[in-house]
């Protein structure tokens, strides 16, 4: 079955399609499947690539009552070459903007601490009325007008050279 020099070879597990989720399932929560291999989808079954030195424990499963032998699985030997490799995952518990370069500093500089803010509870600060130094506003006088109000009107009635 296998040439001289077809390559490294893995052993597969062979699935029908229709019962590979569960088995897929049963190889992972073993440790059986291959790290660095993708299963091999064909159209009626997927190969499962397994992990070196899990031969003997999946053919005692094959063999036995549970998951891989109920669901028609076939060991086989197939080259290392037909299978595509997994990606590597992604690394866990770093964000890309939060790598450190080389010779630069791991903990971020200490922040400042903000130094203590009087509080004022509409009385100013401790208790007591602070002078503005601006004079006091004068009060806002209130004019009736007439519907009709014109620019002349608002000089000759509102508006005072004194008063502006």
């Not at 062979?14 to 590979?20: E, F, H, K, M, N």
């Not at 370069?101 to 903000?114: E, L, Q, V």
């Amino acid at each position: 079955m296998d040439e001289p020099d077809a390559g490294p070879t893995a052993l597969v597990l062979s699935v029908p399609t229709d019962g590979a989720k569960p088995v897929k399932d049963a190889l992972k929560k073993a440790g059986w499947l291959h790290a660095t291999l993708k299963p091999l989808v064909r159209p009626t079954s997927i190969a499962f690539p397994l992990a070196d030195g899990a031969e003997p424990a999946v053919r005692a499963a094959l063999g036995g009552d549970g998951v891989l032998a109920s669901a028609a699985a076939a060991a086989e030997s197939l080259a290392v070459s037909e299978f595509a490799a997994k990606k590597k995952p992604p690394q866990q518990g770093r964000h890309a903007s939060s790598v450190v370069k080389k010779g630069a500093s791991i903990a971020p500089p200490p922040r400042r601490a903000a130094p203590p803010q009087e509080r004022s509870f509409g009385s100013g600060a401790g208790g007591r009325v602070s002078a503005s130094v601006l004079p006091p506003a004068a009060p806002v006088r209130r004019v009736a007008c007439p519907p009709d109000v014109t620019h002349a009107w608002l000089q000759q009635h509102v508006r005072h050279p004194t008063n502006p």
